[in-house]
């Protein structure tokens, strides 16, 4: 069965900083091309960063271009979502998800697991 996992959302200030945790399991993760989107309440979901499986290009949001950082770790079939210098615009459910596609996509349509979400609210 596969699995997405996500962990560390918080409540945090502004100014702060989180670092999310997406744990895969049920798929061979390395060959997974794995988003991370956020959705704030009444607005559509967005794609925020993106790590590919292969060699090609990391994707950021301008919005958090300088500000977020994707890595992955394949031994432990998890990746990570670095959030540095937070803003209250920033709050939003942030989900991850996976597709078996080695280049990054912006579009949630791109991909065919999701995880259930966790919470970041970042007060002013």
């Known amino acids: 069965e596969v699995q997405l996992v996500e962990s560390g959302g918080d409540l945090v200030q502004y100014g702060g900083s989180l670092r999310l945790s997406c744990a895969a399991s049920g798929f061979t993760f390395r060959d997974y091309t794995i988003g991370w989107f956020r959705q704030a309440p009444g607005k559509e979901r967005e794609g925020v960063s993106c790590?590919?499986?292969?060699?090609?290009?990391?994707y950021y949001a301008s919005s958090v271009k300088g500000r977020f950082a994707i890595f992955r770790d394949n031994t432990k079939n998890t990746v990570y979502l670095q959030m540095n210098n937070l803003k209250p615009e920033d709050t939003a459910v942030y989900y991850c998800?996976?597709?078996?596609?080695?280049?990054?996509?912006?579009?949630?349509?791109?991909?065919?697991?999701w995880g259930q979400g966790t919470q970041v609210t970042v007060s002013s």
């Open positions: 790590i590919p499986s292969g060699q090609s290009a990391t």
């Open positions: 998800a996976a597709v078996d596609y080695p280049y990054c996509s912006r579009y949630e349509s791109a991909f065919h697991y």
